[in-house]
Structures are given as structure tokens and as C-alpha cells.
């Protein structure tokens, strides 16, 4: 059974950083795209930054140049560093690990909240 467990959110001042951790157990395949995820209510959940097994990263325009993903392998371990956060960034975070070659999978953590505000 896969899970995977996010820490990491809570409150923070504009200006200031905050970093995800999510921990993946149970899975079995490698060659996957790990990746978090935000939402605020009311609006779709939206990408914030992926990163591929070996080492691809890709950004929403919004968190370029202020937000780093990592990924290691080895412990299935997701990292997101966020500096220069902004009341925009408030919203909940998600994990996402999804696989599309055979066997395919795609799993979600339960979310930590980021909030901004002074």
C-alpha cells in the first residue's frame, strides 16, 4: 500500500520561506514523476513543480526563481524549498507521485496548509 506523508506547512510572513517534505513508502516501480501540487478553495488544483527520476524539474511561472524542487531517489523523499513567499502563495499543498509506463500509478498525499499573511 503506498502512502505518502507530507510536513512541513504552516504560517509564515510575506518575504519569508518555508520547506515541504513528502516521504513515499510502499512504492515498488521507479521511472516516476514526483511533483507538488496547490489549491486554494474554490479553485482548481494547480501544478507548482515536478521533478522526474532522473533529475527533469519543471515550474509554474508564478514560483520560478522562488521555489526550488529536489527529489532522493533512494528514500523516495520529495522536497520543496519556497523562498520570497507572498500572501499569493497561500493554499494547500499536495504531493503527487504518478507513473505512466506499465504498471501505471498516480497517488496523492493528504496536504499541508502554507499560509502568507502578516
Known amino acids: 500500500q503506498v502512502q505518502l506523508v507530507e510536513s512541513g506547512g504552516g504560517l509564515v510572513q510575506p518575504g519569508g520561506s518555508l520547506r515541504l517534505s513528502c516521504t513515499a513508502s510502499?512504492?515498488?516501480?521507479?521511472?516516476?514523476?514526483m511533483g507538488w501540487y496547490r489549491q486554494d478553495p474554490g479553485k482548481q488544483r494547480e501544478m507548482v513543480a515536478t521533478v522526474t527520476s532522473g533529475g527533469t524539474v519543471d515550474y509554474a511561472d508564478s514560483v520560478e526563481g522562488r521555489f526550488t524542487v529536489s527529489r532522493d531517489n533512494a528514500k523516495n523523499t520529495l522536497i520543496l524549498q519556497m523562498d520570497s513567499l507572498t500572501p499569493e502563495d497561500t493554499a494547500v499543498y499536495y504531493c503527487?507521485?504518478?507513473?505512466?509506463?506499465?504498471?501505471?500509478?498516480?497517488?496523492w498525499g493528504q496536504g499541508t496548509q502554507v499560509t502568507v499573511s502578516s
Open positions: 503527487n507521485v504518478r507513473r505512466k509506463m506499465t504498471p501505471t500509478y498516480n497517488f
Open positions: 510502499g512504492l515498488t516501480w521507479g521511472g516516476n514523476v
